[in-house]
């Protein structure tokens, strides 16, 4: 009878996060702005994912990020054929996924958006990873734009003043490199207002990811996933600020009313690593499926992560440690103590590692991180091999398996919540 | 009651019957292209063969790869839980598993008190599978089954480094062409299998008492290469093939 069926939907409906829709809005607007750069004067500069933003912001150069666009690329399941193409152009098939999808995509304007518009100039920051500089070079060649490349020295135990000396002077080049392919000055107090919109920014984007210390979570990992574009490409922009205003008080409100993201929450997991883009609704509904929430991931609480390292009142002079010290920049003593206080705060009863063939700065070091997370919050782990982009390296019934295998375990051990923690 | 376990793997279709913890008995037959259909005739085959008729069996539990397409089965459980479950069966002390099955490997810790504590399997490539026995059989023109005897009669095993299985094939036939002897080759290839396992199984913890479920186990001379890895004895039950329809079984009557 359909009146049966309508508590179901009711409940279902509830569910669904009600910002969506206006981050949807703004994130075609915000394509529309960059696809039509050339019409309405603007520039254009492709950054990575951990580059210092702000200062193009500052400078009204419209931001563009070819990771976003390579993870909308593998959500749209467009992500083997680009990897095919630039496989076919000579590219190893060991190459990120990103910058193989992105390669290939410039060279037809293929993909879910017709390609990303021309840049004027590229910034790469190799503070998430070496693929990055040789990346942005074939870039930079292709499209015969300049590039500035940010050298970011790797975090192992300790961020020296030596380090901080060396990034410091680059931001300054930096600046200078903006103000000559801008054909303006660089204003310094701008840059300051950015940088408070950026803190705020990112400070709301952690609130909204700690609703999930709540008993059910009001959001899970995977609708962390869909809202981290704007802080990643946005960041110090008021936008960004209203955006996450809004979403943090429906999260609030969805406590305050007992929504969860999951129907049944029986156990609260971590994710390590990119999604995989191409399965995150498989994902979601698998580990739905076993009452299981993946309340927390190391991956957009990068965006936040190096915030204690901020400073407002001088925000050029903090960026060199703050993009520096960020997750995937740290040594994994580093990383792992960070996954520990993680599942500590998230009140984690286990861990899901996906080893993500792309990502090798990320998913170095995995198998340490697991152990050092067993042996200090006494918690299981899985580990799942896929990529985030090339769905060529996603065996279902294999990882079916595990998972399946996995939320067994977890439903037989010892009560979750009985567990110490560190 | 009458519980029955049905593990449909990639290569074999596995089903055993149980009664208040009593095996009835077990049948094994290959999966082919459709594991449904499998599923339903090995049931039927363990019917006939047990000589009971289908109303009167309580739960039926499926595992395996194919444990989502038997439509006779009550209920699916991955073959990581079945095989802890039919190894601790048979013996209650065992505290590491070693699965060698057609398509994938694993290793099973146990905490003692009946739970699984941790697991791993093997990642994409086939190495370290029956899937990989195979594939070296057929480069070396010898029937499988004679592996396990033929290795004991090695007396250099021969280095077989590759990770991969197509690479390890090729060096297999290098091997061959150097006029390597089979019975060397064959022991390399075994050793192979025991060092990626072995440390596979260091990864969730190798402990003893140490037990080796599925098919590959009743090749003895994997079995030999296993114990000289671990440094361990290692207990092959005869149910070896069947262990994960066992531990399906059981998990149905809720003995599991
Ligand atoms: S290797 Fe990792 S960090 Fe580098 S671009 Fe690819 S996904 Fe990003």
């Known amino acids: 009878m359909p009146s049966d069926l309508k508590p179901v939907d ?26 039509t750069a050339s019409d309405t004067g603007k520039k254009v500069a492709w950054i990575t994912s951990g580059g210092p933003v702000e200062p193009l912001i500052a400078m009204d150069v419209i931001p563009v990020y070819p990771e976003n666009h390579g993870a909308m690329i593998g959500a749209a399941k467009m992500g083997v054929d680009l990897c095919e193409k630039a496989e076919a152009m000579g590219y190893a098939s060991d ?18 958006i017709g390609g990303l518009p021309r840049p004027d100039m590229l910034i790469c920051c190799n503070n998430i990873c070496g693929t990055v500089l040789k990346w942005y070079e074939v870039q930079a060649r ?6 500035f490349i940010l050298d970011t020295p790797f975090t192992h135990t300790e961020y020296s003043p030596a380090a901080n000396q060396y990034v410091r002077a680059q931001l300054v080049e930096y600046l200078s490199f903006l103000e000559t392919h801008c054909g303006k000055a660089f204003d310094r107090d701008r840059l300051t207002e950015v940088g408070r919109l950026s803190v705020a920014g990112q400070k709301l984007w952690q609130a909204v990811l700690h609703t999930t210390t709540h008993r059910p979570a009001p959001m899970s990992a995977f609708d962390a996933f869909f809202h981290l574009a704007l802080i990643v490409t946005l960041r110090g922009t008021q936008t960004v600020v209203d955006y996450y205003t809004e979403l943090l008080a429906e999260m609030e409100t969805r406590v305050a009313e007992g929504i969860s993201a999951v129907p049944e929450e029986r156990f609260r997991l971590l994710w390590d690593n990119l999604p995989v883009w191409y399965r ?10 076993h009452g299981a929430c993946l309340v927390a991931d190391t991956y957009t609480s990068s965006w936040c992560g190096a915030m204690p390292y901020l400073d407002e009142s001088d925000f050029l002079g903090s960026m060199a440690e703050a993009y520096s010290r960020i997750y995937i920049n740290l040594g994994t003593d580093l990383m792992a103590d960070m996954v520990v206080e993680m599942v500590s705060t998230y009140r984690a009863d ?6 993500n063939r792309s990502c090798k700065p990320y998913s170095l070091g995995q198998y340490d991180i697991q152990r050092i997370v067993q042996e200090r919050c006494g918690i299981p782990s899985l580990m799942i091999e896929a990529d985030m982009t090339d769905a060529r390296n996603f065996s279902e019934s294999q990882i079916e398996t595990r998972i399946d295998a996995f939320m067994e375990m977890l439903a037989t051990g010892c009560s979750p919540r009985s567990r110490p923690f560190p | ?15 055993a019957a149980m009664e208040d913890g009593r095996l009835l008995g077990s049948r094994v037959l290959l999966t082919g292209y459709n594991a449904g ?12 063969a047990v000589g009971i008729a289908a109303d009167r069996v309580g739960p039926i539990v499926a595992t395996g790869y194919g444990r989502n397409s038997v439509d006779v089965a009550h209920k699916a459980v991955t073959e990581i839980t079945c095989h802890a479950a039919g190894a601790q069966f048979q013996n209650p002390a065992v505290r590491c598993v070693i699965d060698i099955g057609g398509q994938d490997s694993k290793a099973i810790a146990l905490d003692g008190g009946g739970r699984i504590k941790d697991f791993a399997m093997n990642d994409k490539c086939a190495a370290g599978t029956g899937r990989f026995l195979e594939v070296m059989a057929r480069a070396l023109e010898v029937d499988l089954d004679a592996f396990g005897d033929l290795s004991l009669a090695a007396d250099q095993p021969a280095a077989i480094s590759s990770l991969c299985t197509v690479f390890a094939e090729s060096e297999v036939i290098s091997l061959i062409a150097k006029g390597e002897r089979r019975e060397n080759i064959i022991a390399g290839i075994h050793r192979s299998i025991g060092a990626r396992v072995v440390a596979m199984a260091k990864r969730v913890g190798l402990a003893d008492p140490l037990m080796m479920t599925g098919g590959v186990a009743m090749n003895i001379g994997v079995v030999k290469a296993l ?23 059981l998990i149905g009557a809720g003995m599991g």
């Open chain 1, 10 to 35: 009711a409940a279902k409906d509830r569910r669904k996060i009600k910002s969506v829709r206006r981050m949807k809005e703004i994130m075609t607007a915000y394509y529309i702005d960059a696809k």
């Open chain 2, 37 to 48: 259909k499998a599923g339903r005739a090995v049931f039927e085959a363990l019917l006939a």
């Open chain 1, 280 to 289: 995150t609704r498989w994902l979601a509904e698998k580990f739905a499926g």
């Open chain 2, 1 to 15: 009651m009458i519980s029955v376990g049905i593990d449909v793997g990639s290569i074999s279709a596995k089903a």
């Open chain 1, 95 to 112: 190459l990120c996924a990103y910058a193989r999808a992105d390669i290939a995509c410039a060279t037809e304007d293929g993909g879910p």
């Open chain 1, 142 to 147: 292709y499209f015969g734009v300049p590039l």
């Open chain 1, 350 to 355: 286990g861990l899901v590692i996906h080893s």
């Open chain 2, 227 to 249: 114990e000289e890895k671990a440094g361990l004895p290692v207990q092959v039950s005869p149910y070896a093939q069947v262990n994960g329809a066992i531990g399906a079984a």
